[in-house]
Nanobody, 124 residues
């Protein structure tokens, strides 16, 4: 069993930056792909970014490419999402997820474990 706990997030003005992190416990996720998803009110959960177990194979949602950066520290069982040049449309609850396979996926169904989510609000 894997427990994922997100931290970070908060309120920022448009154009600003925020970082969120996710630490896994209960089972080492060294060999698992890790991803970030987000869900805005009234919308479906959407893929944001994902990384293979070895920090390769990184994928991003088109609208965040060049602005967001996913990274992971397997020694700390932690994955990070650095968000720059934030826009109001980035406002959502951000969730980290752990896949049971080593390779990054973009669909929520591929992920077995989820954190509780952390709110990111970008004001205009």
């Amino acid at each position: 069993q894997v427990q994922l706990v997100e931290s970070g997030g908060g309120l920022v003005q448009a154009g600003g930056s925020l970082s969120v992190s996710c630490t896994a416990s209960g089972q080492i996720v060294l060999n698992n792909a890790m991803g970030w998803f987000r869900q805005a009110p009234g919308k479906e959960r959407e893929f944001v970014a994902a990384s293979n177990w070895n920090s390769g194979g990184i994928k991003y949602l088109d609208s965040v490419k060049g602005r967001f950066l996913i990274s992971r520290d397997n020694d700390k069982n932690t994955v990070y999402l650095q968000m720059n040049s934030l826009k109001p449309e980035d406002t959502a609850v951000y969730y980290c997820a752990s896949d049971s396979s080593p390779f990054a996926q973009t669909t929520p169904q591929a992920y077995a474990y989820w954190g509780q989510g952390t709110q990111v609000t970008v004001s205009s």
